[in-house]
């Protein structure tokens, strides 16, 4: 089946650092990939919606300055958070589709502690 | 905007019997698709099922069923033959057809006990 490889799977910054979380499909092309964030205990909020080769499409109240989304190839997007805070510590889950109308794949999501 | 709600925020069922998990959902659009995702402690997001709209079957896999009532709105999850393994969060979502992105509800945790 789809594999999404998420990396990395944990990190912890200091605050104000930048840090990179890497989303690939292992064993197929995703034109679209879709970055979440997790709060504990809460469901999973769409952040933004990155398709190959162009600008992320970002959701209501998401920073698109402090999440950098870059999907730069049909296997790879990046999310940056940049000038990292406290209140950025999250669990970020990236998922990516192969083909139109298939489910979603999962990555294994990443825990953000910022320090 | 379509929303998902998930009405039990912790359901529990003793092994080998059956539950069910509720879920309801808004929208405007007729043709749409329906997920329950399982997440277990390790936070992978497992596909548990899925029902397109179009479809007036509900779907199964194995011990999984759906009940969909396209016109109450409603996509419920039973679970037969509960297993040990079953435990975790438990999420509904809703993808309309023409766009990629899916939105969840809050999540059901289920329990199991022995």
């Known amino acids: 089946g789809a594999v999404v490889s998420q990396h990395p799977s944990r990190v912890i910054c200091k605050s104000g650092t930048s840090v990179k979380i890497e989303c690939r499909s292992l064993?197929?092309?995703?034109?679209?990939m879709f970055w979440y964030r997790q709060f504990p205990k809460q469901s999973l909020m769409l952040m933004a919606t990155?398709?190959?080769?162009?600008?992320?499409?970002?959701e209501q109240g998401v920073e698109k300055d402090k999440f950098l989304i870059n999907h730069a190839s049909l296997t790879l997007s990046t999310l940056t958070v940049t000038s990292a805070h406290p209140e950025d510590s999250s669990f970020y889950i990236c998922?990516?589709?192969?083909?139109?109308?298939?489910?979603?794949?999962f990555g294994n999501g990443t825990r953000l502690t910022v320090t | 905007a379509q929303t998902v709600t998930q009405s039990q925020p912790e359901m529990s069922v003793q092994e080998a019997e059956t539950v069910t998990l509720s879920c309801t959902y808004d929208?405007?659009?007729?043709?749409?698709?329906l997920f329950w995702y399982k997440q277990p402690p390790s936070r992978q997001m497992i596909l548990v099922i899925r029902?397109?709209?179009?479809?007036?079957q509900n779907a199964t896999e194995n011990r999984f069923s759906v009940n969909f009532q396209k016109a109450a709105k409603s996509f419920s999850l039973k679970i037969s033959d509960s297993q040990l393994g079953d435990a975790a969060m438990y999420f509904c979502?809703?993808?309309?057809?023409?766009?990629?992105?899916?939105?969840f509800g809050a999540g059901t945790r289920l329990t199991v006990k022995p």
């Open positions: 064993d197929f092309q995703a034109t679209t």
């Open positions: 929208t405007s659009e007729s043709d749409y698709y």
């Open positions: 979502a809703y993808r309309s057809h023409n766009n990629n992105d899916m939105r």
């Open positions: 029902q397109e709209a179009y479809k007036q």
């Open positions: 998922s990516a589709r192969d083909v139109e109308n298939s489910p979603l794949h």
């Open positions: 990155s398709n190959e080769g162009s600008k992320a499409t970002y």
